[in-house]
């Protein structure tokens, strides 16, 4: 089984430039979450999915931070303009359901300078 | 203060026992998680404890849960250096399905 596919693997822009992080998911999980983990810490939730559906949002820094997952599969997530403290691996993770257990991508590092 | 606290750094030598340790202070909490991230690496779930078990040994891995003192344990039998890694604690209570994480015990095991 194929397992949680992201890209690019890393990534350097400048403050101020915009970057789009891609997610696809195990097939057939209808859960989807961004994570975003800053070196040294826990990862955070940013986002979670349900199907095409937003779930919860309530840490996502909505005026710099975007996601969609418009096809209830695949994931995108933008951010514009981006801060020197935005430097963090992004992960996606996917489950079956928001209940069950939840497999990770191997993350987008993200280095702003 | 956090949520979910690990301590940071854990050495032991290759062969012996090592045990990571967690507190968390949700007295709601049903789950409680650990997992691992292997430098480069995505977190892989290593096993997980439901709150009202007192222990679950799964081959070379232990799980503690003290739920009086909101404490957890992860005893990692013969440590190998394939374990070296960082462990992090997730709790989650009922009325969430979103895991509250700890900031990562780095695993450093030595010959």
């Known amino acids: 089984e194929a397992g949680v596919a992201q890209s690019p693997r890393y990534k350097i822009i400048e403050k101020r430039q915009s970057v789009a992080f891609w997610c696809n998911p195990i097939?057939?999980?209808?859960?989807l979450y961004w994570y975003q983990q800053i070196l040294g810490q826990g990862p955070k939730l940013l986002i979670q999915?349900?199907?095409?559906?937003?779930?919860?949002d309530s840490q996502l820094p909505k005026d710099r931070f975007s996601a969609e997952r418009l096809k209830g599969v695949d994931s995108t997530l933008k951010i514009q303009p981006a801060k020197l403290e935005d430097s963090a691996v992004y992960l996606c993770?996917?489950?079956?359901?928001?209940?069950?257990?939840?497999?990770f991508g191997q993350g987008t590092r993200l280095t702003v300078v | 203060g956090e949520d979910v606290e690990q301590s940071l750094f854990l050495s032991v030598r290759e062969g012996d026992s090592s045990v990571i340790n967690c507190t968390y202070t949700?007295?709601?909490?049903?789950?409680l998680y650990w997992y691992k991230q292997e430098p480069g690496a995505g977190l892989q779930l290593l096993t997980y404890?439901?709150?009202?078990?007192d222990m679950k040994q799964d081959q070379r891995l232990t799980v503690l849960l003290n739920k009086k003192d909101k404490h957890l344990s992860l005893r990692i039998a013969d440590t190998q250096t394939g374990d070296s890694a960082i462990y992090f604690c997730?709790?989650?209570?009922?009325?969430?399905?979103?895991?509250?994480f700890g900031r990562g015990t780095s695993l450093i095991v030595h010959p």
């Open positions: 097939s057939g999980h209808a859960t």
């Open positions: 997730a709790e989650k209570s009922g009325g969430s399905y979103i895991p509250t």
């Open positions: 999915f349900q199907n095409n559906g937003v779930v919860d």
């Open positions: 404890i439901f709150s009202n078990m």
């Open positions: 993770a996917s489950s079956y359901r928001g209940d069950t257990e939840a497999f």
């Open positions: 949700d007295s709601s909490s049903t789950y």
